[in-house]
Antibody, heavy 124, light 106 residues
């Protein structure tokens, strides 16, 4: 079945970096944009950015510009999100999500498939 | 950035009740509005897309309406398994933004 499986929980110190993976299966990985979002404890959802797996094109929320990098490895159908210079307020569950449509221009679309989430804790 | 104002932030209702949640965008987002359900410890789940389209496999007691800046999400007859937090989300323009969520309790 179509699914996204994310890497396991991470504990990092302030100033460190974290790289979360998102492995796709059950569909053509390069056909759908992947977005990354996060949810701080007890809070709502925050969009981080997207990657177009067939072209390495990316777009990031201004808040994360300069600290986030999204990449992918098409040979293993996996997307990555790396966040640097971590702070305590980066503590959150990080999600990858696949959009609902497969058009090459479909970067803005509903999130149909979600990963299970990766807990990232930033603490000294 | 487009601000999404969702209300109420929480509500308590009985099984069988009709539940309505509203979402207001700070500018016209056409029909580029989705509704998600999130249960504790789980990823969000798409229920309604493009303001009123029911996602495949979602029960028909869920519905959405509205256009422009004002949108409504309705559960026609609340069931125990509907206990969750519901979020609206606009995808008219970047950055994508969400409402603050509505926690539905029984």
């Amino acid at each position: 079945q179509v699914q996204l499986v994310q890497s396991g929980a991470e504990v990092k110190k302030p100033g460190a970096s974290v790289k979360v993976s998102c492995k796709a299966s059950g569909y053509t990985f390069t056909a759908y944009y992947i977005h990354w979002l996060r949810q701080a404890p007890g809070q709502g959802l925050e969009w981080i950015g997207w990657i177009k797996p067939n072209s390495v094109a990316t777009s990031y929320a201004q808040k994360f510009q300069g600290r986030v990098t999204m990449t992918r490895d098409t040979s293993i159908s996996t997307a990555y999100m790396e966040l640097t210079r971590l702070r305590s307020d980066d503590t959150a569950v990080y999600y990858c999500a696949r959009v609902r449509c497969s058009s090459s221009s479909c970067h803005l679309a509903p999130f149909e498939i979600w990963g299970q989430g990766t807990v990232v804790t930033v603490s000294s | 950035d487009i601000q999404m104002t969702q209300s109420p932030s929480s509500l308590s209702a009985s099984v069988g009740d009709r539940v309505t949640i509203t979402c207001q965008a700070s500018q016209d987002i056409n029909n580029y509005l989705n509704w998600y359900q999130q249960k504790p410890g789980k990823a969000p789940k798409l229920l309604i897309y493009d303001a009123f389209n029911l996602e495949t496999g979602i029960p028909s007691r869920f519905s959405g309406s509205g256009s422009g800046t004002d949108f409504t999400f309705t559960i026609s007859s609340l069931q125990p398994e509907d206990i969750a937090t519901y979020y609206c989300q606009q995808f008219d323009s970047l950055p994508l933004t969400f409402g603050g969520g509505t926690k539905v309790e029984i």
